[in-house]
T-cell receptor, first 114, second 115 residues
Framework: AQSVTQLDSQVPVFEEAPVELRCNYSSSVSVYLFWYVQYPNQGLQLLLKYLSGSTLVESINGFEAEFNKSQTSFHLRKPSVHISDTAEYFCAVSAGAAGNKLTFGGGTRVLVKP | NAGVTQTPKFRILKIGQSMTLQCAQDMNHNYMYWYRQDPGMGLKLIYYSVGAGITDKGEVPNGYNVSRSTTEDFPLRLELAAPSQTSVYFC??????????????FGEGSWLTVV
């Protein structure tokens, strides 16, 4: 079975400052890794995902995440946040044997302050 | 595009009552899922389905039932509601051609309170 740990439950950050959200996973098989974002009172939306190839993946709105197999991590970063990035962010893993089912971390709430 | 549609959005139930959360998707996805979201716990998989007529338990299936008579619909039934079932419920769907890491699309959630 796989598991996901998001090390920070809340991250306050000032507008235009960088942010890093930490995610570690455990799995005995190869995994696919995802970051989802949930804006207030909405469902989850895919932000980015790692399936294979380059270990650095980017989203269209400036986020990036790097897959580190040796450290079993998939941290999410953005060099300069906006007020509109205020949301909850979920790291998730899908392991080969589990098909397409996702195992989620507990979430990190990002609050961007002006 | 409708995507994944859930109803109702909000519901208050009394202990012991039953209800069905409806879910429909118009993307012709073969996989569908029900998750519940509790504060600080992320999302937990309740049930999933890999196609019409096929369902299976997830991490937290107790107190719930599902059916999948069509590709489009995947209702979740709560029998004998309990306060522990107070949560936000998300239906989701994906196309899966094997273990390809396809994107899962979520509905907007159903807020359920059991009192």
């Amino acid at each position: 079975a796989q598991s996901v740990t998001q090390l920070d439950s809340q991250v306050p950050v000032f507008e235009e400052a960088p942010v890093e959200l930490r995610c570690n996973y455990s799995s005995s098989v190869s995994v696919y890794l995802f970051w989802y974002v949930q804006y207030p009172n909405q469902g989850l939306q895919l932000l980015l995902k790692y399936l294979s190839g380059s270990t650095l993946v980017e989203s269209i709105n400036g986020f990036e995440a790097e897959f580190n197999k040796s450290q079993t991590s998939f941290h999410l970063r953005k060099p300069s946040v906006h007020i509109s990035d205020t949301a909850e962010y979920f790291c998730a893993v899908s392991a080969g044997a589990a098909g397409n089912k996702l195992t989620f971390g507990g979430g990190t709430r990002v609050l961007v302050k002006p | 595009n409708a995507g994944v549609t859930q109803t109702p959005k909000f519901r208050i139930l009394k202990i012991g009552q039953s209800m069905t959360l409806q879910c429909a998707q118009d993307m012709n996805h073969n996989y569908m899922y029900w998750y519940r979201q509790d504060p600080g716990m992320g999302l937990k998989l309740i049930y999933y389905s890999v196609g019409a007529g096929i369902t299976d338990k997830g991490e937290v299936p107790n107190g719930y039932n599902v059916s999948r008579s069509t590709t489009e619909d995947f209702p979740l039934r709560l029998e004998l509601a309990a306060p522990s079932q107070t949560s936000v419920y998300f239906c989701a769907s994906s196309y899966s051609g094997g273990n390809s890491g396809n994107t899962i699309y979520f509905g907007e959630g159903s807020w359920l309170t059991v009192v």
